[in-house]
């Protein structure tokens, strides 16, 4: 019982060192919704969103439907490098290079 008195007491200290609860500091009350609803041009469009009228339903349609069934298609390639596996498995060190070898 002494040991949870004690305990109880020393965690009451804990809220001076806090940093969201010191005065004095910054407190993010709200900070993310401030922020975005600075950078969105009409609030309205947090609630409903805005249709793209370039977007095809058909086509997300059928990706979904390939995703779905696991018969999804290969990306088509790109002028980035190509990756392979290296090293021989588990976690990755700073030893075990990357991409072509490290060549």
């Known amino acids: 019982m002494r040991h949870a008195i004690l305990l109880l007491v020393l965690l009451g200290g804990c809220e ?3 940093p969201y609860t010191r005065a004095g500091n910054w407190r993010p009350l709200h900070a993310n919704e401030a922020n975005l609803r600075v950078h969105v041009a009409d609030p309205a469009m947090l609630d409903r969103g805005i249709d793209d009228p370039r977007s095809d339903g058909q ?4 990706a979904v439907h390939r995703h779905r069934n696991d018969r999804l298609r290969a990306l088509p390639a790109s002028g980035v490098a190509r990756l392979q596996a290296s090293g021989q498995g588990g976690a990755a060190g700073a030893a075990t ?3 072509d070898g490290g060549r």
């Open 16 to 18: 001076a060192i806090d």
């Open 59 to 62: 086509v997300a349609a059928a």
């Open 97 to 99: 290079g990357g991409g």
